[in-house]
């Protein structure tokens, strides 16, 4: 079972830059995907980005395309995004949870973070 924890939530102003890190831990990686997704208060919980763990193919969410970018650092075990030119309604809490493929939908992710809070002022 592999463990995910999310970090390098904060404030920030509007235009400014965040890099949010997945950490996975555990003794069985058998997932082919990463994925981040984002909540805000009162909405459903949406697609960001996504990855591969072997081939490094990447999926975005129209929202945020040309502003972020997904990576991976296999040796570490770690899925970044980073998150450029950030708006206010890009103010969410983020998670990453895994999955047996690159999809966007997050019905077929599994093994949920406890997400990180972005919070960007205008």
Known sequence: QVQ????G??????GGSLRLSCAASG?????AAVGW???????????????????GRTMYADSV?????ISR?????????QMNSLK???TAVYYCAVARALATY?????NWGQGTQVTVSS
């Open 88 to 90: 206010p309604e890009d």
């Open 106 to 110: 997050k019905g077929v992710y599994d």
């Open 9 to 14: 939530g904060g404030l920030v102003q509007a």
């Open 65 to 69: 395309k040309g502003r972020f970018t």
């Open 73 to 81: 650092d296999n040796a570490r075990n770690t899925v970044y995004v």
């Open 37 to 55: 997704f984002r909540q805000a208060p009162g909405k459903e919980r949406e697609f960001v980005a996504a990855i591969t763990w072997s081939g």
């Open 4 to 7: 995910l924890a999310e970090s």
């Open 27 to 31: 003794r069985s990686y058998s997932f």
